[in-house]
Each structure stands twice: as C-alpha cells, then as structure tokens.
C-alpha cells in the first residue's frame, strides 16, 4: 500500500479518486511541527536554531502518520506545492524518519488526473532552499512577535502583539487616515459645452481642455465668469478631426491579489468570503455522478503564468465556441512582475469544458459567482483584441480648446467572454472630468465647420482626499509594495481585524484608537524595521534563500544586529502610550460615580471613575438572549478560569446556567431548549436535553449565503 501525505482534508477525497485502491490518502491538516506555543523556541546564542516541536492539537494526527507510515511500501509527501507545503513535508521527514533526499516529495498545481499522475512520476527530494526560506521566515517572525509584544503590553495595554508584515500592514491604515486628516481641499472648476452641427441638432458634448494652449486651470467661480463671458464672444469651430482604430488588449488572468479584489468590487465579497470560496473550488466540489472534482488551479500565487497545455485547451475551446476570428494570431503572453515568485500558474479553471452553467446546480450562489469569474477572466484572456473606432475633435473658441470624442465598437472580442467594468476598474479616488468629453457616438464633424452652442455647463468641484483602504485596495498596495506574499494577505489583514487594530466604516478599514497607539509606538522605536520599505527589502531576501544556495541564519544575524539595539532602546526609555478609559453610562452600585472602561490582563471591565477611593469593579457582560427558565436575560460571563459560560441575569433567584448558548428554539423531537455552538467554523444546534439525541448542523458556508 502507498501512503500519500497532503495537507487539506477538504481535497482528500478529490485526490484518492484519482489514485485507484493502492493508494490511500491522509490529511495533516496544516502544519503538525512548529515553534512552541507558549515560549520563544529561537535559541539566540546557537545560531538562531529553531526548537520545534509536534503541536498539540496534532499529536493524534502524528500518531496516527506514524502507524500508517510503519505499514507503507512507498510514501508521498504531497503538501501544497509552495514554502509553507515544502517545510511540512520536510518536518514530516523528521517526524516520520524519512530520508528528504530521496524521491518522496511529489506536486501539482492542480488537482486533476493529469496533474496528480504527473506528479507520481516525478518525485523528488525535499528542496531545502524553500525550507529554509520558510524557516527565515517563521524565525523572523517569532523574534518581532515575541520581542515587540511584551513592550507593547506593557506601555500600552496588555494582550496586544506585534508583527513583521502585520504591524506594517497597520501602518499602512494609519498613514492613509493620517492624510485624510491633514488633507485641504482646493477648489476647482471644469467646464463643458453642447454643441450641435448647423446643419441637424445632433447635440454632443465637449470638455474644455487648454486655456492659451496650456492645460486649462480654473480656481474659482471669479476665472470661470471671465471664461464665460470671454466664450461669447467667438464662434465654436472645429479645429481638427482624428478618426483612428483603437485596440483594448485582454487582461492578464486572476492572481491571488486581482482575484480579491474583483471579488469585492464585482461580487461585494470581503476577504475571508473570497479566500473560503476559491479554497473550496481548489479542493473540490460534487458534481453529481462524478463525485469530487476539483475546479480551479492553485489559489495562492502572484504570477501570470499560463501553462502550454492551458493555452492549447483555451485555443481549442475558443475555435469550437467563438470561431476563429476570436483567436489572436499569437497566443496572450502575460509578463509577472519582477517581485512575484512565479512558482505556479495564474488561477485558472482546470477544464474549461465545465463551463460555469453546466456546474451552477451543484456549486454554491457564492461559488458559483467566484468560479464564473475566474472562468471568464482566464477565457478572455487567450482571446483577441477588441476594436473600437475612435473619433476625437478638437474645437476652437478664441484662446478656448475644447476636446469631444466618440467611440463605437467594431469587434468585440475578448469581451464576449468578460466584459470589463469601467466602473468597477477605475481607481476609487479618480475623478470623472477626462470622461466628460466622451460620447457614445460623435455626429459627422469637418475642419473649420461652426458648431452651435446649446448651453455650457460650469461645474464646481473640489479635490478629494485619498479613499481609505478597502479590503481589496490593501491587499493590492501591499503586492505593489512588496508586503507579504499571496498565502499572507488574508490572514494579516484578518488578524488586525481581529485584534481591533483596524474597523470598518461601511467596506472602508480606518484605524481604531488602539491601532492609532500601536502605530505611534512602532513608529518611535521601531520605524528602521517597521517599515514599507525595509520589509519588501526582507520579502525579497526570502526569494533568494528560496531560488539561491544562502544561509538563512546570517540574514536573520544581521537583522537582528540592530533589532536588538532598538529593542533596548526602547525598553529603556520609561513613556507610556495608554489609552485613557472610557466614560460610561453606568452608575457605580457603590459610591454612585460613572463606571468607565478600563483594560487589564483579562481584556475589558467596567471599573469605578473616583478610583483609588472607591475600588468598585464589574465585568462587561453581554446579553446573548432569554433564560429558558425564568425569561430574564442569559449573560456571557466567564469562569475563574477564563472559560466563557452562559448564566441567567437573574441570579441567585435563578439559577440557569450552560455551557453553550440557549436559543429560543424548540427541539422537535423533545421540545426543550436548543443550544448552539461553533463547530469548525460550523454553527451546530443541540438538544439541552441530555436524554435525546437531536442534533443540527448549519454549515458555514449556508451562513455565509444567508447573511449576504
């Protein structure tokens, strides 16, 4: 029997189906071996080696490797086909007692018969240059966390952390809202005119462009008057007509960062939403009769690569659906930037046979709406140009210049797969007055014609202030940045959330007041290393240890050279950054005072204002619905311990109390109270009747639907 080790449970069965009964396929679920929890694990004075050990929510998964790797013939080490995959496979030789230069290790991009055949045929050796770019990183990592941390702990709050890209992905939040803040707006005018030909009232519109042949500048409503009253006095004439063909190239195929974002502007799905969808038709979805079939390609990459065979199949797919005007006369080659790694493909679909309509019955809304969209993007993208004629004029009025276009579409091409949404990709902050001019179509115009005036049409604006970042927007800053890599994105973006760094203000993330605090301490001690800059500079390091022969200890020796000269500095100097509490409602049971919101080990309490002399405390409870016994409302409270249970508000007269949430709804079996919980990110529903069985489970995905 031939054990093949890979990491996602969600495509193991995907997989096995390709394998055939001499196979059988197991999961890790992510890592098994890492850095210790709860203490450094980086030996400072032995060349940074890491301490690793097995993590204890996997050592029954290790156990369980470890007995099915004592009966195997042959086994495979199929994690993820990047960094993070290459180190579980190189700490499962470790564990396991595999020999990492041996043929154990087996990738693919994709998850298809091919793809995983391919794969078996050519095992190889455990590549030691992306490990070891891997364990920079993870050591990195580890010494910012740990040793940023406890400082911010203790001069700001406790419970707080730092990190490498996540700290900076902060700063970037905090700086845009700085801007804002200190952003004056200036006044400005622009000026259009509808003119129409003398001989039919065919009226089009015309913006003003230069003033004396300079670009036109209007500050205010005094210029724009002696604008007006100047236009009166001539005629408008055509200057000069331009009658070009303009040709609109497709766009590359999905990234991780394009397919985020398109995914919040065109889907209005948030990260974690995006990153779940792509993640399940990655793995595999049922389709019926066919059982789990993987959809598209692997989700996490920054290249625009598209593989031959890809191309061959997107060819033969576009002469049989579209014809063969719809081919360009070379294939669409798409060049990766110079900071992208370019280990595997763009995100594509695998067939392009299982077109969005003939999976849409088995696939959820949400999944149906990614997978059609990474469908049509990667479609269009082997497809030709799309033609448009275009006609600009330029039109005189005395020292005026005013510019009118028109443009009518001539071949569609690539846009009969995906249409591009002008809207959706026009940068945020742009301001529509170059689109002003623009018309569906232009009437016939001649040199030295007089055109008619119908009206003008002064506008007075304002410039605007950098927009606050979007999910999606910082996602993209951080690639044009260098910050982080496609697997890092989501969950550094996740994590400020989490931690309140960050809020959002309808889609928009702006810095709360404790992100605002971070930031001002890492920016006093830290702004050598917290930095945009200095960390693509280290993300850029990482990719050499990957594709070169280069130790990894000595680059994360000369940083931490002068980490450790800062980290002195400031644990040395004694200002404090807290935040002052915040004033409540809430009366004092003791001395009558206002109870305000104070911080301490533990999070959040409600704390008396006329402290030291009254040292009143209670905890901030929130109401999470109705006692099932007396109909007062159930609080969460928490243990000695910290542990989170439910108890009536009505204590001691009642004395309800669960370790789960009551609901309100009724079991149908028995007729007690349900509980509920949260199960692998599934909400499950349970009988608080220990003698019945009635169980329900709401998967999240059906949440995700339903709240959207």
């Known amino acids: 029997m031939n054990l093949v080790i890979i990491e996602g449970v969600g495509k193991q069965d995907?997989?096995?189906?390709?394998?055939?009964?001499?196979?059988?396929?197991?999961?890790?679920?992510?890592?098994?071996?890492?850095?210790?929890?709860?203490?450094?694990?980086?030996?400072?004075?032995?060349?940074?080696?890491?301490?690793?050990?097995?993590?204890?929510?996997?050592?029954?998964?290790?156990?369980?490797?470890?007995?099915?790797?004592?009966?195997?013939?042959?086994?495979?080490?199929?994690?993820?086909?990047?960094?993070?995959?290459?180190?579980?496979?190189?700490?499962?030789?470790?564990?396991?007692?595999?020999?990492?230069?041996?043929?154990?290790?087996?990738?693919?991009?994709?998850?298809?018969?091919?793809?995983?055949?391919?794969?078996?045929?050519?095992?190889?050796?455990?590549d030691i240059k992306l490990v070891n770019a891997q364990q920079a990183r993870r050591v990195l990592d580890r010494l910012v966390g740990y040793?940023?941390?406890?400082?911010?702990?203790?001069?700001?709050?406790?419970?707080?952390?730092?990190?490498?890209?996540?700290?900076?992905?902060?700063?970037?939040?905090?700086?845009?809202?700085?801007?804002?803040?200190?952003?004056?707006?200036?006044?400005?005018?622009?000026?259009?005119?509808?003119?129409?030909?003398?001989?039919?009232?065919?009226?089009?519109?015309?913006?003003?462009?230069?003033?004396?042949?300079?670009?036109?500048?209007?500050?205010?409503?005094?210029?724009?008057?002696?604008?007006?009253?100047?236009?009166?006095?001539?005629?408008?004439?055509?200057?000069?007509?331009?009658?070009?063909?303009?040709?609109?190239?497709?766009?590359?195929?999905?990234?991780?960062?394009?397919?985020?974002?398109?995914a919040l502007n065109k889907l209005g799905f948030n990260l974690k939403k995006a990153s779940f969808c792509a993640q399940e038709l990655y793995e595999g979805v049922s389709l019926g009769e066919e059982?789990?079939?993987?959809?598209?390609?692997?989700?996490?990459?920054?290249?625009?690569?598209?593989?031959?065979?890809?191309?061959?199949?997107?060819?033969?797919?576009?002469?049989?659906?579209?014809?063969?005007?719809?081919?360009?006369?070379?294939?669409?080659?798409?060049?990766?930037?110079?900071?992208?790694?370019?280990?595997?493909?763009?995100?594509?679909?695998?067939?392009?046979?299982?077109?969005?309509?003939?999976?849409?019955?088995y696939l959820s809304s949400d999944n149906y709406k990614l997978y059609k969209l990474i469908y049509n993007k990667f479609l269009a993208s082997q497809m030709a140009d799309a033609t448009h004629n275009l006609v600009v004029a330029e039109i005189e009025n005395g020292n005026y210049t005013f510019k009118a276009s028109g443009k009518t579409p001539i071949f569609d091409g690539f846009m009969a797969a995906f249409n591009v949404?002008?809207?959706?990709?026009?940068?945020?902050?742009?301001?529509?007055?170059?689109?002003?001019?623009?018309?569906?179509?232009?009437?016939?115009?001649?040199?030295?014609?007089?055109?008619?005036?119908?009206?003008?049409?002064?506008?007075?604006?304002?410039?605007?202030?950098?927009?606050?970042f979007t999910e999606a927007t910082l996602v993209?800053?951080?690639?044009?940045?260098?910050?982080?890599?496609?697997?890092?994105?989501?969950?550094?973006?996740?994590?400020?959330?989490?931690?309140?760094?960050?809020?959002?203000?309808?889609?928009?993330?702006?810095?709360?007041?404790?992100?605002?605090?971070?930031?001002?301490?890492?920016?006093?001690?830290?702004s050598d290393i917290i930095n945009v800059k200095f960390t693509a500079k280290m993300e850029s390091q990482l990719d050499e240890i990957a594709e070169h022969d280069i130790n990894w200890q000595d680059m994360v020796g000369d940083f931490y050279k002068d980490f450790s000269k800062l980290l002195y500095a400031c644990d040395k100097d004694s200002l404090k950054f807290k935040i002052p509490p915040k004033e409540t409602d809430v009366v004092c049971d003791k001395c009558g005072g206002k109870m305000v919101i104070r911080t301490g080990k533990y999070g959040e309490f409600l704390a008396c204002s006329n402290y030291p002399n009254c040292k009143n405390i209670q905890p901030i409870t929130k109401e999470?619905?109705?006692?099932?016994?007396?109909?007062?409302?159930?609080?969460?409270?928490?243990s000695k311990k910290g542990k989170i249970f439910y108890g009536c508000s009505g204590y001691p007269e009642c004395d309800f109390i669960s370790w789960e949430i009551p609901t309100e709804h009724k079991c149908p079996k028995c007729g007690e109270y349900l509980t509920k919980k949260l199960v692998y990110g599934n909400t499950r529903y349970k009988c608080s009747n220990p003698n019945c069985d009635f169980t329900h489970t709401v998967k999240k995905q059906t949440q995700q639907s339903e709240n959207n």
């Open 421 to 468: 949404d002008k809207k959706a990709s026009k940068k945020e902050s742009e301001d529509d007055d170059n689109e002003e001019g623009l018309n569906a179509n232009l009437p016939p115009l001649a040199e030295n014609e007089k055109l008619n005036l119908e009206k003008l049409n002064p506008t007075q604006k304002f410039t605007k202030p950098p927009q606050r």
């Open 476 to 526: 993209k800053e951080m690639e044009e940045k260098g910050i982080g890599r496609p697997a890092t994105y989501t969950p550094t973006i996740t994590l400020l959330a989490s931690r309140h760094y960050t809020e959002k203000d309808g889609k928009y993330l702006k810095p709360t007041e404790l992100g605002e605090k971070i930031n001002e301490l890492l920016e006093k001690y830290f």
């Open 14 to 126: 995907t997989i096995k189906k390709y394998l055939g009964s001499n196979f059988e396929v197991v999961a890790t679920k992510g890592h098994v071996r890492d850095l210790p929890a709860n203490s450094f694990g980086v030996n400072l004075h032995d060349n940074f080696k890491p301490q690793y050990e097995i993590m204890p929510d996997k050592k029954d998964i290790v156990k369980m490797l470890q007995e099915k790797a004592k009966k195997a013939d042959r086994i495979y080490l199929a994690t993820d086909p990047d960094r993070e995959g290459e180190a579980i496979s190189w700490h499962l030789c470790n564990i396991l007692g595999l020999d990492e230069t041996q043929p154990i290790r087996i990738t693919f991009n994709e998850i298809s018969k091919n793809a995983v055949n391919n794969g078996l045929q050519h095992p190889r050796g455990i």
């Open 147 to 262: 040793k940023i941390s406890p400082i911010l702990c203790k001069k700001i709050q406790p419970r707080l952390s730092a990190g490498r890209v996540q700290s900076v992905a902060l700063k970037l939040v905090v700086d845009r809202e700085h801007e804002i803040l200190k952003f004056v707006p200036s006044e400005y005018w622009t000026l259009n005119a509808e003119l129409y030909p003398q001989e039919k009232k065919d009226i089009f519109k015309a913006t003003l462009t230069k003033i004396n042949g300079k670009k036109a500048s209007i500050e205010n409503s005094t210029q724009m008057d002696i604008v007006l009253n100047n236009l009166k006095q001539n005629n408008f004439v055509v200057k000069s007509v331009k009658k070009t063909t303009q040709k609109t190239h497709a766009q590359a195929p999905y990234t991780t960062s394009t397919m985020q974002q398109e």
């Open 624 to 638: 999470i619905g109705k006692c099932p016994k007396c109909g007062k409302p159930v609080l969460e409270r928490k």
């Open 291 to 361: 059982g789990k079939v993987a959809l598209i390609t692997y989700i996490r990459t920054d290249s625009v690569r598209v593989a031959p065979e890809a191309m061959e199949m997107a060819k033969n797919f576009i002469l049989n659906n579209y014809g063969e005007k719809y081919l360009p006369a070379k294939p669409n080659v798409y060049k990766t930037k110079g900071s992208a790694q370019d280990a595997h493909e763009a995100i594509r679909p695998i067939s392009l046979d299982r077109t969005p309509e003939k999976v849409k019955p």
